[in-house]
């Protein structure tokens, strides 16, 4: 099985900042590779889907980069409702492991 | 408007057995894969199940294999989690999600549904 593993597990910003999280694959799944975005008391939501492609209504400050093990979600211009729990997740192939998650807190 | 809602989930006793059930609108329901992701009180997300859009094709976590059974039915646009021999490591918020395509292999489960409460305890 594949494993995945996010860090930092927490990090604390400031409104306007740019903060960036990485996601490992314990070996290649390409690019696919999910970034979801939680907030306290509602379900994920996904940001990024095939490492990079943003989706529908998702804003253009959240971006995501890297294929084969390693991959990285950057929030560029941190705003007041990004402050969340974000787990990456592979569908490379199941089980469709997620990331523990890593939590963004105002700073 | 894409919809998923969840419904079944209860306290149930250790070695009990539950059925969740997730029904979806605004789709062409067999078109679409499905899945149940759970998450433990406090903790991160853990995936659990997918059954492609035929329903002829099922994948679960190791550690559910052999207790939970997935299905759906076309005709009530539903899907079916049957959860049998319920441990205390089962409690958690089950999600139901669409995936994005119709294999359940290799999609991204691209809209949610806002979960149901599992609770096993005696």
């Known amino acids: 099985d594949i494993q995945m593993t996010q860090s930092p597990s927490s990090l604390s910003a400031s409104v306007g900042d740019t903060v960036t999280i990485a996601c490992r694959a314990s070996?290649?799944?390409?690019?696919?590779l999910n970034w979801f975005q939680q907030k306290p008391g509602q379900a994920p939501k996904l940001l990024i889907y095939?490492?990079?492609s943003l989706h529908s209504g998702v804003p253009s400050r959240f971006s995501g980069s890297g294929s084969g093990t390693d991959f990285t979600l950057t929030i560029s211009s941190l705003q007041p409702e990004d402050f969340a729990t974000f787990y990456c997740q592979q569908s490379y192939s199941p089980p469709h492991s997620f990331g523990q998650g890593t939590r963004l807190e105002i700073k | 408007e894409v919809q998923l809602v969840e419904s079944g989930g209860d306290l149930v006793q250790p070695g009990g057995s539950l059925r969740l059930s997730c029904a979806a609108s605004g789709f062409i329901f067999r078109n679409y894969a499905m899945s149940w992701v759970r998450q433990a009180p406090g903790k991160g997300l853990e995936w659990v199940s997918n059954i492609s859009g035929s329903g002829t094709r099922t994948y679960y976590a190791d550690s559910v294999k052999g207790r939970f059974a997935l299905s759906r039915d076309t005709s009530k646009n539903t899907v079916y989690l049957d959860m049998d021999s319920l441990r205390a490591e089962d409690t958690a918020l089950y999600y139901c999600a669409r995936l994005s395509g119709a294999s359940g292999y290799d999609e991204v489960p691209d809209y949610w549904g806002r979960g149901t409460l599992v609770i096993v305890s005696s």
């Open positions: 095939a490492a990079s």
């Open positions: 070996q290649t799944i390409d690019n696919y």
